[in-house]
């Protein structure tokens, strides 16, 4: 006796950032007015030609097989996906005034564009996916109170289409851009659940196996899209002396730069490991729930997993300086290992990183009118990267670290769950005659979001402003401090530290990424639904949703506290040239407090 179930869905997607509110549509422009203070002004500059298309067709075929004690199930899961990525930043122009002075007349000090460099002037990232599936799997009854669960998956990725090859990249760097993802993975999966009495009130579950998911497609499609030799950028860095002319009409911006020496501009490269794998992790679970006195059902559960297979990766056109370190032994980079690139972005695998989570829960299921549960969890989730950008540059840049950024340290990730406790409760609402009404609270109290401090330039050389770990000096006279161009003092830096049990931890050393966490939220929704009595055969319901009630009693309770980017940069550095640009002949020798001190 079998069952068979085939299905197929299509599912069409069009995203695409719609300006209609800027017609006709314009350069961003930048001004400064007084100090930090800027506007900000036109279409945002990755913003001109973004536009995402996907075409996806799902196929699904399940046959299930009853057979003694067993129920054989043998199916395929295919995915084939049209994909289409047109981005093209800073497309319309972007210009920078530092003065409202220099706005009026026109002449900016910073520009940047990006153009197609091929007969397309909106070449987009385009490709194929067929994603094929198959799997095999028995439920097997082996006893009256013991279910075995076991099976194996395959899946394996092809791509019809491959990016164009920049020779370049292959004798520059080792790696061609015509690559893309390919071979067989296996996932093994096994499970039990063993009831331990005749009345079913008590069980006990495990499992152990290996889970694969296909990568954000937008990872793959870098590749298609930076191969180096599609697009041209040009501009001409931030100078007090330039005089660009500025241009109004974004559909006719100008390709060479007038006004400034133009700026050494080179593009991105992104490869692609030969041997890159899909997303995978060994996972493994315990848990149990039993019958509790009262009516309870109480729950507890442990789940774990440990990297196979993750996203990482490298900027292989950074050079590490030999014999030339900063404060708190930070090494020094050179982004010039082929001087006529800019960043040479690598996706690979990495083998580091794990979590785990712990829960208990206790729970009265609806009964006489009212429900109840409360439960506790605490778990924990290491990554030495999190992959949390769309444009490779970006997911390789944006990671906090304190030594080398191709080589980041496992601590814990921006998606560490930390503590969480949640209450909930329903009850019916005695109200006569055929009306009936519900009323529902929910309450969660939750670790706070990690956070670390960073400074807010480069100080290490890998032309990355936002990602240097803060070195904490455990001395006044390791480092000299400034507010403005006033002097400041190290209790001035060190006050903010020294207060906070986690910061202070790290005083002396650099702070690691994520060490401390915001201040914990918590929350209390609510809900009161009211089913009419009328409508026949069709059940009519009004219901109120209340979001935080909390907040709602008391404006100053109820608060999401977090770091902008899971970052605090209130520390610029200041050089030997008394300036922010630190290098191995300009050593940072202190900090800049003026953001710290700001009133």
């Known amino acids: 006796k079998g069952v068979n179930e085939f299905r197929v869905t299509y599912t069409r997607v069009r995203d695409f950032r719609d300006h209609a509110f800027e017609q ?13 203070t800027t506007v900000v002004a036109g279409t945002e500059q990755f913003s001109p030609r973004n536009e995402l298309d996907q075409d996806i067709i799902e196929i699904n075929d399940a046959f299930t097989l009853l057979k003694g ?24 122009g972007t210009y920078r005034f530092n003065t409202i002075e220099l706005f009026d007349q026109g002449f900016a000090q910073q520009y940047d564009r990006s153009f197609s460099a091929t007969s397309d002037p909106l070449q987009s990232a385009a490709f194929g996916v067929n994603q094929w599936g198959f799997y095999v799997g028995d439920q097997w009854y082996v006893r009256p109170r013991v279910t075995l669960t076991y099976g194996l998956r395959m899946d394996a990725p092809q791509f019809p289409d491959k990016p164009n090859s920049n020779p370049a990249a292959l004798a520059n760097f080792g790696y061609a851009t015509d690559v893309v993802p390919n071979g067989v993975q296996w996932s093994p999966r096994v499970g039990v659940n063993y009831t331990l ?6 069980q006990i579950r495990a499992g152990l196996g290996i889970f694969t998911g296909r990568p954000a497609y937008v990872w793959i499609s870098n590749q298609f899209g930076n191969t180096g030799i599609d697009f041209t950028r040009i501009g001409a860095s931030n100078n007090t002396a330039n005089r660009i002319p500025f241009v109004a009409d974004p559909l006719n911006q100008p390709s060479t730069v007038t006004g400034a020496p133009a700026g050494t501009f080179f593009n991105e490269v992104d490869m692609i490991d030969p041997d890159f794998k899909y997303p995978s992790i060994l996972r493994g679970n315990i848990g149990g729930d039993t019958q509790l006195p009262g009516g309870m ?10 990297t196979m297979q ?10 590490q300086l030999s014999g030339v370190t900063g404060v708190g032994g930070r090494p020094f980079f050179a982004r010039n290992k082929v001087p006529t690139v800019s960043d040479a972005i690598l996706l690979e695998n990495t083998d580091q990183g794990y979590n785990w989570n712990l829960s208990f829960e206790a729970r009265r299921p609806f009964r006489n009118g009212f429900f109840a549960s409360g439960s506790y969890a605490y778990g924990v989730s290491k990554s030495i990267m999190d992959g949390t950008s769309d444009q490779a540059a970006s997911n390789w840049g944006n990671v906090y670290i304190p030594a080398t950024p191709n080589d980041p340290p496992l601590v814990r990730s921006n998606f560490d769950p930390g503590h969480r406790i949640t209450m909930s409760g329903a009850y019916d609402v005695p109200m006569g005659g055929q009306f009936k009404t519900t009323v529902s609270l929910f ?7 990690p956070y670390t401090l960073t400074t807010s330039s480069d100080v290490n050389g890998d032309v990355r402003g936002t990602n240097d770990l803060l070195y904490i000096p455990s001395s006044a006279t390791e480092l000299i401090y400034r507010n403005g161009t006033a002097p400041a003092t190290y209790e001035d830096f060190i006050g903010l530290i020294r207060d906070d049990d986690c910061l202070s931890k790290y005083i002396g050393s650099i702070i690691p990424r994520n060490a401390c966490r915001a201040p914990w939220s918590n929350t209390l929704d609510g809900r009161v639904a009211v089913r009419l009595p009328f409508g026949g055969r069709v059940k009519t319901e009004v219901t109120l949703d209340m979001l935080n009630l909390i907040n709602l009693f008391n404006s100053d309770k109820g608060m999401f506290e977090y770091m902008s980017f899971g970052q605090l940069s209130l520390y610029a550095p200041v050089s030997s040239a008394n300036n922010t640009t630190v290098s191995p002949t300009q050593p940072l020798i202190g900090y800049n407090l003026s953001s710290l001190m700001a009133p």
């Not at 059902?297 to 440990?306: C, E, L, P, T, Y």
């Open 297 to 306: 059902v109480g729950v507890v559960d442990f789940v774990w997993s440990k």
């Open 69 to 92: 004690q067993h129920a054989i199930t043998i199916g395929t899961h295919n995915e084939l996906l049209d994909i289409r990525n047109l981005f093209i930043r800073d497309n319309f």
């Open 310 to 319: 993750d996203i990482k990766y490298q900027n292989l056109n950074l050079v």
């Open 197 to 202: 009495n005749e009345t079913n009130t008590a």
């Open 443 to 449: 309450y969660s109290l939750q670790s706070g979001r």
């Open 24 to 36: 006709p549509p314009f350069p961003q422009v930048t001004v400064v007015l007084t100090g930090s």
